[in-house]
């Protein structure tokens, strides 16, 4: 049954995957890699999907791929899933924040994730540029945009948006 394995590998998401929804990625990956439940291009596309509908990044994600997979119940399964681990752990936080808040471990701690959740977004990015390698359209696209946001530092969104018209014009020219 698909149930329990979706509730198991969305609660871990959930539990370790600090930075915000785009630090699910790598999970996701792992997930798609592991249990082959979508591919790397579906991946790529509930990511572009899910940054451009309303809601975290992470929980739309866990949303359409618990319903790709598991149909309603797989989508509710993945969902609260991966926010259990937040609630309990805010839940926790929240009773000893004063005692802790200052504390020069946890402040070091905080710190050190930040470039682990970068690294490992990194080997994600990797992992979904290599198939599309062959890609000529795909390629001068990012090229473009990476140019376009290193100069223009405008919203994510924008860049996301560009990227979704785009990407259906190059699909009704096909």
């Not at 805010?90 to 970068?118: A, G, H, M, Q």
């Amino acid at each position: 049954m698909i149930y329990p394995q979706l509730i198991l590998e969305f609660f871990k998401i959930g539990l370790f995957s600090f930075g915000g929804g785009y630090a699910t990625i790598p999970f996701l990956y792992h997930i798609s890699v592991t249990y082959g439940w979508y591919s790397l291009a579906e991946l790529s596309q509930m990511t572009a999907v899910a940054s451009i509908t309303p809601g975290p990044v992470g929980i739309n994600v866990a949303t359409y791929a618990g319903l790709k997979v598991g149909g309603i119940i797989g989508a509710l399964c993945a969902t609260i899933s991966e926010m259990l681990p937040s609630l309990i752990l805010v839940i926790i936080v929240s009773r000893v924040l004063n005692k802790f808040s200052d504390n020069y471990y946890v402040k070091t701690l905080i710190e050190t994730l930040k470039p682990i959740s970068c690294a490992l977004l990194l080997s994600v990015a990797v992992g979904l540029v290599k198939p599309n390698l062959g890609d000529i359209n795909a390629l001068i696209l990012l090229v473009f945009l990476l140019l376009l946001s290193w100069k223009s530092k405008k919203s994510p969104l924008f860049y996301i948006l560009i990227s979704a018209l785009l990407g259906v014009i190059n699909t009704t020219m096909l």
